[in-house]
């Protein structure tokens, strides 16, 4: 889920995702509480927040509002996981601002395709390939 193009990711989730979500990345700072939220974007000025909705579902809509307000948090994608789809609450979250929703079954779901290109999509960062299709040209 985490690409090699996400410099600095924060990540807000309960002490049990700490093992999960960090274990092979060095660049992730993972926070266990909203609160400490904006110090914690000033500080580090990540470039992907990952929050885990199940965990801070009543402060979230407050975060992210407030994110999508500030003009010096701009740059910033915001990414909620999910244990299932609602459609309602889906909406309401990428009217608001979020980039990504990543689901619980979406982690453990295999890929369907094994063909070169998915391969490839997989290891390199999208925006490489399109840069190396660009000068084969």
Same mark, same amino acid.
């Given at each position: 889920?985490?690409?090699?193009?996400?410099?600095?990711?924060?990540?807000?989730?309960?002490?049990?995702?700490?093992?999960?979500?960090?274990?092979?990345?060095?660049?992730?700072?993972?926070?266990?509480?909203?609160?400490?939220?904006?110090?914690?974007?000033?500080?580090?000025?990540?470039?992907?927040?990952?929050?885990?909705?199940?965990?801070?579902?009543?402060?979230?809509?407050?975060?992210?509002?407030?994110?999508?307000?500030?003009?010096?948090? @701009? #740059?910033?994608?915001?990414?909620?996981?999910?244990?299932?789809? /609602?459609?309602?609450?889906? +909406? !309401?979250?990428?009217?608001?601002?979020?980039?990504?929703?990543?689901?619980?079954?979406?982690?453990?779901?295999?890929?369907? @395709? #094994?063909?070169?290109?998915?391969?490839?999509?997989?290891?390199? /960062?999208?925006?490489?390939? +399109? !840069?190396?299709?660009?000068?084969?040209?």
């Amino acid at each position: 889920m985490i690409r090699n193009r996400f410099k600095k990711v924060l990540l807000v989730a309960p002490e049990i995702a700490n093992n999960q979500w960090t274990a092979d990345y060095q660049k992730v700072k993972h926070i266990y509480s909203i609160t400490q939220l904006f110090p914690s974007i000033y500080e580090s000025t990540p470039c992907l927040i990952v929050l885990d909705y199940n965990y801070a579902s009543s402060d979230v809509e407050k975060a992210i509002r407030r994110i999508r307000s500030n003009s010096f948090y @701009s #740059k910033i994608k915001i990414c909620c996981y999910k244990t299932k789809p /609602d459609t309602k609450t889906d +909406g !309401l979250l990428k009217a608001i601002g979020v980039d990504y929703l990543v689901y619980h079954e979406q982690l453990n779901a295999a890929p369907k @395709s #094994k063909n070169i290109s998915h391969i490839f999509s997989g290891i390199f /960062d999208l925006s490489i390939l +399109g !840069l190396a299709a660009n000068t084969a040209n």
